[in-house]
């Protein structure tokens, strides 16, 4: 029988429970930028073919975060509270509605793939277009895993578990990379095998997190009896909570999305070398997942424990950390340019122009780590319809317009698309830190 427990009794501490999440994003980074540096060397055009498949990707599982967001608030602001009943419904719905939702996704993206990306990659000869046809096709195969693994990860993060997806995150990182030197570099399969690599690679991390989802006990307990009996009621609180971000979402990654056609449209090495410098991102912008990781559990257990003033105190920490650290590891980009951009391409040109743009990392990493720090805030302090308004209309009245304007009015080209990104980032920072800091946030939790 599931029983009740105090607040007190989940309460956990900051540091325990973000020192796994770093480890587990250091790994995560330091194996991203292994992969990308394999899959840049396939061919000059690799990274920018595989950037479009991998922002429709991104796309569709911004949608799925519906399921996987409001499960994730739910499960942060019930533990917060002490409910372990209530905690366990929301785990079994989410575990319920993950995979049916997936795999109808998946199956429409395979049905659509060659006119989406040809849609997708104006301009882009036969050659470059058949690359991000092959990935595509492969990668859309292991959409399924990707959302339960996401899903997984958010709900046991949540119930303020770290180190278990620690764990599964070091074994999804070495089967991926031991699958990319198998398909890439042993059997020489280009695109197709990095494909393969993803599809190996998160179908392994959903078994390994499936299996920690179901031996939990802690904060949740779940059967296959509750998961086999939805209730309407349930499943309407977990899309109430998370149908907010799918707009948001949607709006940034079709954003994203259009932004990376307006590339493609400049020529292959623009969009070459802006997929580079993304690449790099990953590495300057490491505390990105993390701060978004701890506001949404650390903050929201305070929230769910009636401490507004404590989950404000928490936010203002995250985000001053999480800034410290961005500024210091784009120091070492800057310091060391050319070493970072000569991983990832074996085009002189590429590389050269890569290096001297560097410096557009740091630039767009600021404002980057706040917006990853204070809209996860607004969402758990339940305001997420005013982060999906706020979301929307920064990428399309300022960000969309903006590249526009600066890539084929003022032809900066790759730099013009950064300026556009920081302006518009900058924008969503401001109004997030501010509604945290108004009486109105968290008053409905």
């Known amino acids: 029988m599931r029983k009740e427990s105090s607040a007190s009794d989940k309460s956990i501490s900051g540091f325990r429970f973000a020192f796994p999440v770093i480890l587990e994003n250091i790994f995560t980074v330091v194996i991203g930028l292994v992969f990308s540096a394999i899959l840049g060397k396939i061919s000059v055009s690799s ?27 739910l499960t942060a602001l019930n533990t917060g509270k002490g409910d372990r009943r209530r905690t366990s419904e929301i785990v079994e719905h989410a575990v ?12 429409l993206l395979l049905i659509v793939s060659s006119p989406l990306m040809r849609l997708l990659m104006p301009g882009a000869d036969e050659a470059f277009l058949e690359e991000g046809v092959v990935y595509f096709r492969v990668v859309a195969l292991s959409l399924p895993g990707l959302m339960m693994d996401n899903t997984f990860l958010s709900i046991l993060r949540s119930a303020g578990e770290s180190r278990v997806p620690l764990i599964c995150t070091v074994i999804m990182n070495v089967v991926q990379i031991l699958a990319a030197s198998l398909f890439v570099g042993v059997m020489n399969l280009g695109l197709a095998g990095a494909g393969l690599a993803y599809v190996v690679c998160r179908y392994s991390g959903m078994l390994a997190l499936g299996y920690a989802i179901f031996r939990h006990t802690r904060a949740f307990e779940i059967t296959l009896r ?37 590339l493609i449209g400049l020529g292959k090495n623009d969009s070459s070398i802006y997929n580079v410098l993304q690449t790099l991102i990953s590495f300057s912008g490491i505390c990105q997942p993390i701060v978004s990781v701890s506001v949404t559990t650390l903050t929201g257990h305070k929230i769910g424990a009636g401490d507004i003033k404590g989950a404000r105190k928490n936010f203002r920490n995250i985000l001053c950390i999480g800034l410290l650290a961005t500024l210091a590891l784009s120091a070492i980009l800057l310091i060391f340019p050319s ?40 969402r758990v302090g339940g305001m997420s319809k005013h982060v999906a308004v706020s979301c929307t209309l920064c990428v399309w009245l300022i960000r969309v317009p903006l590249t526009w304007f600066f890539c084929y009015k003022m032809n900066l080209g790759v730099s013009g698309v950064f300026f556009a990104n920081t302006i518009a980032c900058y924008a969503r920072a401001v109004i997030a830190v501010w509604i945290i800091h108004t009486k109105r946030w968290s008053v409905k939790m």
């Open 47 to 73: 990274l920018a073919a595989a950037g479009t498949g991998n922002q429709v990707i991104s796309c569709v599982t911004a949608f799925f975060a519906i399921v996987s967001t409001g499960a994730s608030i």
């Open 96 to 107: 319920f509605l993950s995979p049916i939702v997936s795999v109808v996704m998946t199956v």
């Open 226 to 262: 509750g998961i086999l009996k939805p209730n309407l009621s349930c499943i309407g609180r977990i899309f109430s909570m998370g149908a907010p971000n799918v707009i948001d979402g949607i709006a940034v990654q079709s954003g994203y999305i259009f932004i990376n056609s307006l």
């Open 339 to 378: 070493f970072f951009t000569g991983l990832f391409t074996d085009d002189a040109f590429i590389h050269a122009e890569s290096a001297r743009l560097v410096w557009l990392t740091l630039l767009f990493a600021i404002p980057a780590v706040a917006v990853n720090a204070s809209e996860p805030g607004v």
